[in-house]
């Protein structure tokens, strides 16, 4: 059982708290379970971008309480599985921690390894891409996760 999941972008604005909130609401809670998300290059402090917001609104989904915070050593070390956006975020996360081969993926690790195209600074189109990309790898996630 994945009792901590650590989901993981650049700036922990956009796709990776649209990932976190989204699989939140996709699994059944579960005691002691934690889902959450932070950044390589987080802009700390910041709320969710809003247009990623706002989209995650329209499905239901309030987000409205993010706080983007900046990826640790520690939080990879006790994560039991760490899912990426890109390739450059997995290979920069080894980089900060070697040991967590063999836990860390990405997010459409299902879908062939698709990767999930940041949409910071874009029109909501390119938002609402990320949003149906991170939509379709969280599920196809939920089999493995013990849901």
Same mark, same amino acid.
């Given at each position: 059982?994945?009792?901590?999941?650590?989901?993981?972008?650049?700036?922990?604005?956009?796709?990776?708290?649209?990932?976190?909130?989204?699989?939140?609401?996709?699994?059944?809670?579960?005691?002691?379970? $934690?889902?959450?998300?932070?950044?390589?290059?987080?802009?700390?402090?910041?709320?969710?971008?809003?247009?990623?917001?706002?989209?995650?609104?329209?499905?239901?989904?309030?987000?409205?309480?993010?706080?983007?915070?900046? $990826?640790?050593?520690?939080? =990879?070390?006790?994560?039991?599985?760490?899912?990426?956006?890109?390739?450059?975020?997995?290979?920069? =996360?080894?980089?900060?921690?070697?040991?967590?081969?063999?836990?860390?993926? =990405?997010?459409?690790?299902? #879908?062939?390894? #698709?990767?999930?195209?940041?949409?910071?600074? #874009?029109?909501?189109?390119?938002?609402?891409?990320?949003?149906? =990309?991170?939509?379709?790898?969280?599920?196809?996630?939920?089999?493995?996760?013990?849901?």
């Amino acid at each position: 059982m994945f009792n901590n999941i650590l989901i993981v972008c650049v700036g922990n604005i956009c796709r990776s708290p649209t990932a976190e909130y989204l699989l939140k609401a996709k699994m059944t809670p579960a005691t002691g379970r $934690v889902i959450s998300s932070a950044g390589i290059g987080a802009l700390v402090g910041k709320p969710i971008e809003a247009t990623a917001l706002a989209i995650l609104r329209e499905h239901g989904i309030d987000a409205g309480a993010h706080c983007a915070r900046q $990826v640790t050593a520690v939080m =990879l070390h006790e994560a039991d599985l760490i899912l990426a956006m890109e390739e450059g975020h997995l290979k920069k =996360l080894h980089e900060i921690a070697p040991q967590i081969r063999g836990r860390a993926f =990405l997010l459409g690790k299902w #879908q062939d390894n #698709q990767p999930v195209p940041d949409p910071y600074c #874009q029109q909501r189109p390119a938002f609402e891409h990320a949003y149906k =990309l991170i939509d379709q790898a969280t599920e196809s996630w939920l089999k493995y996760l013990g849901n």
